[in-house]
């Protein structure tokens, strides 16, 4: 075996590289995902070592000190994060340039020609599901008989091996949790509605959703749902518990969509109910009232769910198959039984216009999860939404992100600009959190905790800094404010 070093390079202060489908950024708050799509092939690789760096702080020098005493490095990239990876490949090779060093990612999946061309750095790319690609790669196995491989031979010339076949035996796949305990401090990752420290890990991969933005679907899972079994789920969270003791306070089962077998995430959520571990999921918002009451009764806190607009035709175009209705009646089950749920929204889908903007402002204030997260629309390379915005010449010449690491539109429409879409952003925010309904929740929450009322304060420090410096780089791009 090759001494294989898994990396997520240094980034932007604050930027989460993790991050889901709708985005790869700075946050509201601090927030950083675990770095799953590393995770998954380093437990893959015997001796293996994962380094997710901007959670823990470490800086480029951190990680040259590290890299030393690798001959493989495979960094996670993003299209936001790009040529600061490729940056950090570079240090890396410059200082040992028998290194190999390559490229995983939904943007390298879908672009991996251009990847190789612009970047001479980087020796190789690991298309669409890449694990047992990255598996191989540590057994020195010949790179022309790696499927899944885009490389450049020592001339300088590209090869590109066949397609990788999806992976269906997940039962076969060992978990991340060890992984997890070995290399990263579980203290450093923060998400604002999760229980701290959390846990957070996949079950399966892949979604049956057919939404147009979604990014992994698209360019690395596929829609089909695979899973492990629920005995397997179950024996790696008897292995969770013996782990970590009682010092995970939350667990987050990531899949893109848990519950669309419910059978199976009922089974699961009867080992959660065994272990007396509080967990929470991905949702869709139309699940019925008693799958819902059945997931809480077991130890169900927490719903992460999509809505993503409150405009019923802008649903229709981004392939979302959810009606508001259906929505608003999820929303007064989850209330009911009260289960908490974080909503999601995004601003500058086809075809948004300011009254729809108001819809989904007022839509988001009606139902009232407890929190919310505010996207702009990415249209990212290899989904529908990255090809509409081309067709239909949508692009501005912003980037995803701006130096800062902050969101930008790269998106306008012929009745709403780009300036429009990032000022709605904060327009939202300040809307839905400033209201009564809204912050009565989060003051007992405070009350009722000490560390949750530190917490809370800290994080409402973050979220205004975030509302100032977005109205400064509104400001900066010559946007006017209303």
């Known amino acids: 075996m090759k001494k294989t070093l898994f990396l997520s390079p240094p980034s932007f202060d604050g930027f989460d590289g993790g991050a889901g489908s709708r985005y790869q950024a700075k946050r509201e ?4 995902w675990y770095p799953t799509w590393l995770a998954q092939p380093a437990a893959l690789v015997p001796g293996s070592k994962l380094v997710d760096a901007p959670p823990h702080g470490q800086t480029l020098e951190d990680v040259l000190k590290i890299a030393r005493a690798y001959e493989l490095v495979i960094m ?30 939904a943007h390298v999946a879908v672009l991996p020609e251009q990847t190789l061309l612009e970047n001479p750095a980087i020796d190789f790319v690991c298309r669409h599901e890449f694990d047992y690609t990255c598996k191989e790669l540590a057994e020195d196995k010949p790179w022309d008989q790696i499927k899944g491989l885009s490389y450049r031979d020592a001339n300088g010339t590209l090869h590109h091996t066949p397609e990788r076949d999806l992976i269906h035996d997940w039962d076969a796949m060992p978990s991340v949790l060890p992984t997890y305990a070995r290399d990263l401090d579980i203290t450093k990752y923060f998400i604002g509605y999760l229980l ?13 959703a057919k939404c147009s933005f979604c990014l992994w679907p698209q360019t690395i899972g596929g829609h089909q749902y695979r899973t492990k079994s629920p005995a397997v789920v179950g024996r790696e969270l008897d292995e969770a518990k013996a782990i970590f003791g009682d010092r995970v306070q939350e667990y ?40 819902l009451k059945q997931l809480r009764d077991n130890g169900l806190r927490l719903l992460l769910v999509g809505f993503e607009s409150g405009n019923q035709q802008i649903l229709n175009n981004i392939n979302k198959g959810i009606k508001l209705e259906a929505a608003r009646q999820f929303m007064k089950n989850c209330h009911a039984l009260g289960i908490t749920v974080h909503g999601t929204f995004i601003i500058g ?27 702009i629309a990415a249209p990212y390379p ?18 995803l992100v701006a130096s800062s690491g902050m969101q930008t539109s790269t998106l306008q429409y012929p009745d709403l600009s780009n300036a429009a879409i990032e000022d709605a952003v904060e327009q939202m925010y300040r809307r839905f959190y400033f209201r009564p309904k ?45």
């Open 29 to 32: 708050i601090t927030s950083f």
């Open 196 to 208: 701290h420290p959390y846990i957070s890990f996949y079950t399966g991969r892949g979604c049956p």
């Open 438 to 482: 809204a912050i009565i929740p989060i003051v007992r929450e405070m009350l009722s905790d000490r560390q949750m009322l530190v917490r809370r304060l800290r994080e409402g420090g973050e979220f205004f800094s975030y509302l100032k410096e977005r109205r400064t780089q509104s400001i900066a791009h010559g946007q006017a404010i209303q």
């Open 382 to 399: 290899g989904t529908e939404l990255y090809a509409q915005a081309k067709a239909n010449g949508w692009f501005t010449d912003q980037a």
């Open 349 to 375: 889908l086809p075809v948004e216009t300011r009254e729809t903007i108001e819809e989904t402002i007022r839509f988001a204030c009606e139902l009232s999860p407890h929190t919310i997260q505010v996207s």
């Open 252 to 291: 987050m089962f990531d899949d893109d969509t848990f519950t669309i077998d419910k059978q199976r995430a009922i089974a699961i959520s009867e080992h959660m109910k065994r272990l007396k571990l509080t967990w929470s999921c991905n949702a869709r918002a139309n699940l019925d009232y008693d799958t």
């Open 76 to 105: 996670h990239t993003s299209t936001p994060s790009l040529v600061n990876d490729v940056k950090c490949a570079e240090a890396i090779k410059a200082q040992n340039a028998s290194v190999s060093v390559g490229l995983i990612g």
